[in-house]
């Protein structure tokens, strides 16, 4: 028996009393399996299995900085995984289907789960650590954790409101418009500046929430109160909760086209 | 109510005109074209005049402007012009009509929209009250403590059932919460916390005693504060400050949940705890309180709720 030299494992989770825990549960369940080092993030976890090079890592899946799945990407290959969490349905059900082992949070309260996963780990120590690609990329999607993800939008606007910087949710904004070098936020209550220029707004606002409507106009949807034409046959937007009359350019008039 | 936004082609559009892209166009067109909003803005201030004036007035009007057209000799196209105006105050003010119907109507709406919100969002408070993931992590913690640290595993077991009780009673009856007892619930689930994230997390609450008798509404200042922690600090490997304040500023009371965190995230989803409170202050308060998120000089971030300022009335012993 003495042969073979004793498992190693590394715990990570943010809070102490957990790894803690993790750790009596598993000397109770496991006690030849040595600890070789705690992280209370996920960087420090991937530094420590690249330093002690240990056969297994406890990962918390919630931990600042660099969460369980980003450090289990960049530790793939290199060390068996096994995720702790405390309730999180949709990570559960992805790993009863893939090859790494999770642990429900607390430990103490399943010692029998606890004796499976140190059961399974022993049979899996002979072989080599599963990539886990297939696992890592649905975790990803579900949980959101780096890797695909659809576009995000700006759905706030930091600007300056008299001395203060103040951030104001899109729902709020009736229109953008340029105005020399700054652009102006309406909402209805009161006005802000930014600097940023509609031009590169445009491109970081959801297109189903705003419309372009003039090169210097940009209306929030949801706020057009109705359109009009003036005797030029100018379409003129009118905007709930402002007087300010918005003119449509000919190049966005389509927008506006009777259904 | 919105004669203002019927008469388009105004002075604004002529600006637009301007600053606008169509800037290039020549000095003489640019004068017509100003002209001829001059024009256009002047005939629809006076149709909007026609379609609201009373009759009576119209008519005293009409017989001033008949008398002018009798001294300067040219009463019949005055005449003519008065026939004309009767005819479109009879069209227009069908109109003005039909729009003053069309607004009540959408009002009926936004405000049977604005209460199916505010039971939707009471709805939703009852139910994310208490997060698993917060109940079964506390639950790991005590579970912890009490091999290692039984006094505190019994103390962060007092303030998790001080945290319960203060949670649930508020959702049931319809008294007015006070900002006392949004404070004790917040200080309790920031005992559980700290316990939890050790030096991370550094609550700070300082709200003046004699405020805490004011009206504030449930659960919003646990949203902020669940909010300051999931998003700001929790997420910072170093963890940080969290300050709960409160304040009379022009007769309004606000309460500022500062933290020292990751800083607001310009894409993040307004999420629904945010968007939740101001829904619900929209609804509680009709526009006369409101929800800021700023972002103070040394980073982080510092969300206020400021509602009219209100003494509770004393609530009845349990």
């Known amino acids: 028996m003495n042969a073979l030299p004793a498992p190693t494992a590394v715990i990570a989770d943010d809070e102490r009393l957990m790894r803690d825990q993790i750790i009596a549960s598993l000397k109770q369940a496991w006690p030849e399996l040595v600890i070789v080092g705690e992280a209370s993030n996920g960087r420090e976890a991937v530094a420590m299995v690249q330093s002690e090079e240990p056969d297994i890592v406890f990962l918390d899946i919630n931990m600042p900085g660099m969460d369980g799945i980003q450090a289990a990407k960049a530790l793939a290959g290199q060390v068996h995984v096994v995720f702790v969490t405390a309730h999180d349905q949709y990570a559960i059900t992805a790993f009863e289907h893939g090859a790494v082992d999770y642990l429900l949070k607390p430990a103490s309260a399943d010692p029998e789960r606890v004796a499976l996963t140190c059961e399974r780990l022993r049979a899996r120590l002979k072989q080599a650590p599963d990539p886990m690609n297939d696992l890592l990329a649905q975790l990803s999607q579900r949980l959101g954790a780096g890797g695909l993800k659809p576009r995000e939008y700006m759905r706030w606007v930091q600007a300056s409101v008299g001395a203060n910087i103040r951030m104001i949710p899109t729902s709020d904004i009736l229109f953008f418009r340029a105005e020399d070098k700054y652009t102006r936020v309406q909402t209805p209550g009161f006005e802000a500046l930014i600097r940023k220029p509609i031009k590169e707004l445009i491109d970081e606002l959801d297109p189903d929430e705003f419309w372009q409507i003039h090169r210097s106009t940009v209306v929030r949807v949801d706020a057009v109160g109705e359109v009009s034409r003036d005797f030029r046959g100018r379409q003129i937007v009118h905007v709930k909760g402002s007087a300010e009359k918005l003119e449509v350019s000919r190049t966005f008039n389509h927008l506006f086209k009777q259904m | ?318």
């Open chain 2, 1 to 318: 109510m919105n004669t203002d936004q019927r008469s388009p082609g105004t002075d604004d559009a002529a600006e637009t005109g301007k600053s606008g892209p169509g800037s290039r166009q020549s000095g003489a067109r640019q004068t017509l074209q100003e002209i001829g909003d001059g024009i256009a803005a002047a005939w629809w201030r006076f149709f909007d005049w026609l379609a609201v004036v009373s009759w009576k007035k119209l008519l005293l009007v009409s017989l001033l402007a008949l008398i002018l057209g009798g001294i300067l000799k040219h009463p019949d196209p005055v005449f003519m012009f008065i026939i004309a105006s009767f005819i479109m105050k009879a069209v227009a003010g069908g109109k003005r009509r039909a729009e003053l119907t069309a607004s009540a109507a959408t009002m009926r709406a936004e405000k049977e929209q604005l209460e199916r919100t505010v039971l939707e969002a009471r709805m939703e408070a009852l139910q994310a009250q208490i997060e698993p993931h917060f109940l079964f992590n506390t639950l790991a913690s005590i579970d912890q403590l009490i091999q290692t640290d039984p006094p505190r595993a019994s103390k962060m077991q007092q303030s998790l059932i001080r945290y319960l009780r203060s949670a649930m009673p508020q959702m049931r009856d319809g008294s007015r919460p006070s900002l006392g007892q949004q404070i004790n619930l917040c200080t309790a689930f920031l005992e559980i916390m700290a316990v939890r994230m050790e030096e991370r997390l550094q609550p700070v609450v300082s709200v003046p005693e004699g405020l805490k008798s004011a009206v504030f509404p449930s659960m919003m200042l646990q949203t902020l504060v669940e909010n300051a922690i999931k998003h700001g600090l929790e997420p910072k490997p170093e963890g940080g400050r969290l300050e709960i304040g409160a304040e009379i500023v022009d007769g309004q009371l606000a309460v500022h949940v500062l933290d020292t965190g990751m800083g607001f995230m310009p894409s993040a989803e307004a999420g629904v705890g945010l968007a939740n409170v101001r829904e619900r202050l929209k609804a509680l308060y009709n526009g006369r309180a409101e929800l800021i998120i700023s972002v103070p000089p040394a980073g982080g971030t510092c969300a206020t709720i400021k509602v009219p300022y209100e003494i509770a009335p004393a609530s009845p012993p349990p």
